[in-house]
């Protein structure tokens, strides 16, 4: 058999070069550095054409609800030790997300919180009380969830993003343009729970930002036991869903990427997945002593990048933050505090058996079950309390 010239140009390898198609899994990959805008010690960095800078306005409204939320978080913190609170996860250290995430988003979309956003809810605008009616032991969730389009927040790690992406799926399907806004940790990106909605959502090309607060720890599990990826972000590539990652501690540049994220899923693209590095600088809860695993010295370097003091330099260097306006926000945050201090000292009178209304809408036999075991409990204490 003779080679034709043909044959040979087909195999020559630049012809072999230029038939590669392109990489598909590249527009979706994360940057190779968190996105950041603003230095640690609150310099701006050189713009961005990819990520413009929010309107200073937003960036001053962002300070204040991080102040408030700030105060809210040190202030729920007192009152596990006052014993008006049953259990409080802090997000102290994690501000930029926890309100940066929120401004991102619309009154009508949709958030899916965990037990660590409390600070999130209240900067959405939820009474503090009733954010804390959960951690107090009352009742399932104080708040109404389709008033305040937020649900009620998850305990068991992940199963909000599956949630999130049924609850997107189904708004799509009805021809809104809502966004479900699924907050979740490091450790629970290693729940199936998180795969399944990521997958689902990707699939359905439903309108989800999964936003994956990394604060390094899973309760005593550092990230180096979690995972060996090289960033969180590279978890939503597998699914074909496109990431980011940003520096957490950074809140222009969490305001920044999230609004892309968002408008990137209203826009009918399908969910996408950002990854803030952050850090929580109190234990995982007041139930948890964090010096049995992590030392000093790491909590004192993430001091150094506190988010809120960064936003204050930042602003107060641009011109449109003063001593006046400071002393205004903090005014605000300790009334803000103060009320919420009055109003955690009534005590409400809650009804045991309530517990059990509006868990399914027909009630499992294992529900009718234990209603009753409560019922009777409840009859035998109060028997009890006639005969002494
Ligand atoms: C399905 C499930 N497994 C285990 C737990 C116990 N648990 C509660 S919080 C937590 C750590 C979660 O860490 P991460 O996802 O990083 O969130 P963070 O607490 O750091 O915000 C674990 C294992 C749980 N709540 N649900
Ligand atoms: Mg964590």
Known sequence: MTTTPQAVRRASPRTR???TPPDPARPLLPN??????????????PA???????????????YRRMVLGRRFDTQATALTKQGRLAVYPS??????????????????????PTYRESMALVARGIDPVEVLTLLRGDWHCGYDPTEVHTAPQCTPLATQCVHAAGL???????????????????????????HEGINFAAVFKAPVVFFVQNNRYAISVPLSRQTAAPSLAYKGVGYGVPSEQVDGNDPV???????????????GNGPFLVEAHTYRMEAHTN??????????????????????????????ARGVLDDAAVAEVTEQAEAYAADLRTRMNEQPTVDPMSLFDHV???????LIEQREQVRAELAAARDEEGDA
């Open 48 to 62: 961005r054409t990819d990520y413009p800078e929010p309107p200073v306005e937003v960036l001053r409204e962002l």
């Open 253 to 267: 540049a969490v305001l920044a990427v999230l609004t892309r994220a968002v408008a990137h899923a209203r826009a």
């Open 360 to 366: 399914y809408a027909e009630p499992t036999p294992q």
């Open 91 to 112: 997000s102290r250290g994690q501000e930029a997300c926890q309100v940066g995430a929120v401004l991102a988003v619309r009154d009508t979309d949709w958030v899916f």
């Open 287 to 316: 139930a948890d002593d964090a010096s049995r695993y992590r030392d000093g010295a790491e909590v004192d370097a993430w001091r150094d990048r506190d988010p809120v003091a960064r936003l204050e330099t930042y602003l107060r």
């Open 32 to 45: 190779t550095e968190p996105v950041r805008l603003l230095d640690p010690t609150g310099t701006p960095l």
């Open 17 to 19: 070069r230029a038939a």
């Open 168 to 194: 997107a799926h189904g708004e799509a399907y009805q021809g809104r343009d809502t966004v479900a806004l699924a907050f979740i940790g490091d450790g629970a990106t290693s729940e199936g729970d998180f």
